[in-house]
């Protein structure tokens, strides 16, 4: 893997899960990184302190609203004021919420749209300028397979996640000269913390074992049952952001387990 010394990382929704992972990758081979999104500060300061230890560039948190576009404004501005302009922008953020289209609440609606789709499109704006001109960027969207099929009950992400997929193609032609890639990571269901919570709540309320959950419930449709490791997801986008990969570009890659093969 190519040395990123010298880049600038700024990842949305990356205090845990697929998001700090990449961070951790980045990291890793040199760049300076900033992450961002909610939780615990104590957890978030301790993996600010493991990123510096890992890039001698530094490490750095934000703490900016992804419903809120001055907020996502301010965040790339922070980013360029202590670290340079991002070079490698990824757009992670996401939340989910469950329900039939007819009694889909509004908020929860607007809210899945704001962080999963017009964050990315407020973070790609503020970052691109940066980008061209210096002549080199790596956009990197992180897309589901719920952007290329769709589950039920799951209206606002589907459409959010389609969205992105389409977005991505549509930078990507946009800057398809100036030495700026953009593409789609589309993960299937991936081992996080997130998705290892709800598996109590599920086994109790449909009566179902540990393994039942896991298997039958949320590797239903996934051929190899098998989880995406995070480790995996960072290994593809480490290949995007390298030179390796520069012709490839406005691609939505899956990385599902067979998903969406069927």
């Given at each position: 893997?190519?040395?990123l ?7 949305t929704?990356?205090?845990?899960g697929?998001g ?5 990758a ?8 900033m992450i ?5 500060a104590?957890?978030?300061?301790a ?17 900016a609203?992804?419903t ?7 965040m790339?501005a922070?980013c ?11 757009n992670?953020a996401?939340?989910?919420?469950v ?10 609606w607007?809210a899945?749209l704001?962080i ?7 973070a790609?704006?503020?970052?691109l300028?940066?980008?061209k ?10 897309g589901?397979?719920?952007?290329l ?6 209206s606002a ?6 969205g992105?997929?389409?977005f991505?193609?549509t930078?990507?032609?946009?800057v398809a ?5 953009v593409?789609?990571?589309c993960p299937g ?7 290892e919570n709800?598996?109590?709540d599920t086994m109790?309320?449909r ?9 039958d419930?949320?590797l ?7 989880f995406?490791?995070?480790e ?7 290949y995007l952001v390298s030179?390796?990969?520069?012709a490839i570009?406005?691609?939505?890659l899956?990385m599902d387990?067979?998903w969406?093969a069927?």
């Amino acid at each position: 893997m190519a040395s990123l010394t010298g880049r600038t990382a700024l990842i949305t929704g990356s205090t845990s899960g697929i998001g700090l992972g990449f961070a951790h990758a980045l990291a890793a081979q040199g760049a300076a990184v900033m992450i961002n999104g909610f939780g615990d500060a104590a957890a978030i300061a301790a993996e600010v302190e493991a990123l510096k230890t890992k890039s001698s560039a530094g490490a750095a948190y934000c703490p900016a609203d992804m419903t809120r576009p001055e907020d996502i404004r301010a965040m790339v501005a922070d980013c360029t004021a202590q670290f340079g302009a991002p070079d490698i922008l990824i757009n992670n953020a996401g939340i989910q919420h469950v329900a039939p289209v007819d009694e889909f609440p509004e908020d929860k609606w607007d809210a899945i749209l704001a962080i999963i789709l017009s964050s990315a499109f407020h973070a790609t704006k503020a970052a691109l300028p940066g980008m061209k001109a210096k002549g080199w960027g790596r956009v990197i969207n992180t897309g589901s397979m719920h952007s290329l099929v769709a589950s039920p009950y799951k209206s606002a992400y589907n459409a959010a996640k389609h969205g992105i997929a389409g977005f991505t193609k549509t930078v990507a032609l946009e800057v398809a000269t100036q030495g700026i890639t953009v593409n789609c990571i589309c993960p299937g269901y991936v081992w996080t913390p997130l998705v290892e919570n709800q598996i109590p709540d599920t086994m109790k309320a449909r009566g179902l074992t540990y393994d039942q959950v896991v298997n039958d419930v949320l590797l239903d449709k996934q051929p190899q049952k098998q989880f995406v490791q995070v480790e995996q997801l960072a290994s593809l986008m480490m290949y995007l952001v390298s030179d390796g990969a520069a012709a490839i570009t406005g691609a939505t890659l899956s990385m599902d387990g067979g998903w969406t093969a069927q």
